[in-house]
């Protein structure tokens, strides 16, 4: 029995060594992550930065010094350079606006932690804290940065005057692929097949990606530091997968004023689910929008940006 147990143990050895050499050797082809996010690199940066409790967040705030402050939330990889149609417009309204890279994306630090939801809470707290501000906040959320925002306004009501949603990620979660749940399997998953594909599938995003050709190259070079694959696999393993209706439910029955928007196009958060939403938020503004996908404050900034402003504006 004895050296039965040997032989298996070394067996077990030998399959882990050498999945370890292939998982390597293979990762290396596709390994786009080359560098470490450094001071020099935050020196040549656009933008401020500032350390929290998870590390250097990455942040950019611009408009009147006591205006009533916007806080932009980007979603589940693009960092916030997502707001580039969204940010000036805001700003020239008289608002004073925040966006910021969350932890793992753009040039924030990409901690060895799990992003769950708490974390995502813990950074957008903690900034409002570092940069003093106090006042009731209005939120915008794309994407994944919907339920961001929503956990916040229920967590958090007081510091909230507005929500606005565009495209939310909503639901009870979902069950991540078995490979991605794998120790060591989801990590070579992630890169010899989903980071690889990670920058051109942002075009499914788009109605008419190729009017867009600026906004690709800038996801990609996210991807040169160290520790984004890690930080993404841990999104979809430990926040994605999470149930967020019940927050949602709660910021509705509280009556904070909300407003939503939806791409008639979205193939990542099919317009059907905007229903689920509207039910969940009775009180929000709905603007639908025909010629758009998941991005349609991008892609029709002329139609969404006005939408947005006159909301704001309203309460």
């Not at 399959?15 to 390597?24: D, R």
């Not at 290396?28 to 401020?48: K, N, W, Y």
């Not at 109605?207 to 867009?212: L, N, S, T």
Request: aromatic share 12%.
């Amino acid at each position: 029995m004895r050296n039965r147990l040997r032989i298996a143990g070394v067996v077990l050895a030998v399959v882990v060594l050498i999945g370890g050499i292939y998982f390597g050797v293979n990762c290396a082809r596709f390994d786009q992550e080359s560098s470490e996010l450094t001071d020099a690199v935050r020196r040549q940066a656009g933008g401020s930065f500032i350390h929290l409790a998870d590390g250097y967040t990455h942040y950019h705030l611009a408009g009147p010094e006591h205006g009533r402050t916007v806080v932009l939330v980007h979603g589940f990889s693009v960092p916030y350079y997502l707001w580039d149609q969204t940010f000036d417009p805001l700003v020239q309204a008289g608002f004073r606006v925040l966006r910021y890279d969350e932890y793992g994306r753009g040039l924030s630090d990409r901690p060895n932690v799990s992003y769950n939801p708490n974390l995502y809470d813990r950074q957008l707290v903690q900034l409002l804290d570092a940069l003093q501000i106090t006042e009731p906040v209005d939120l915008v959320g794309a994407s994944m940065g919907g339920p961001i925002v929503v956990t916040f306004a229920d967590r958090h009501w007081g510091r909230v005057r507005t929500i606005s949603l565009f495209d939310p990620a909503y639901g009870t979660g979902f069950l991540p692929p078995w490979p991605l749940r794998w120790p060591l399997v989801g990590e070579y998953v992630m890169c010899v097949k989903i980071a690889p594909i990670l920058s051109a599938s942002q075009k499914d995003d788009f109605v008419h990606p190729e009017r867009f050709p600026d906004y690709f190259p800038k996801y990609a070079e996210q991807m040169r530091y160290r520790g984004f694959r890690r930080s993404v696999l841990s999104t979809i393993l430990d926040f994605l997968s999470q149930d967020n209706t019940q927050a949602f439910a709660r910021v509705g029955r509280s009556g904070k004023p909300a407003f939503l928007v939806w791409g008639k196009k979205d193939e990542d958060m099919p317009f059907a689910v905007s229903q689920d939403v509207l039910r969940a938020l009775p009180q929000a503004e709905f603007l639908p929008m025909d010629d758009a996908a998941h991005v349609g404050f991008y892609e029709h900034p002329e139609v969404v940006n006005p939408a947005l402003i006159e909301f704001l504006r309203k309460h």
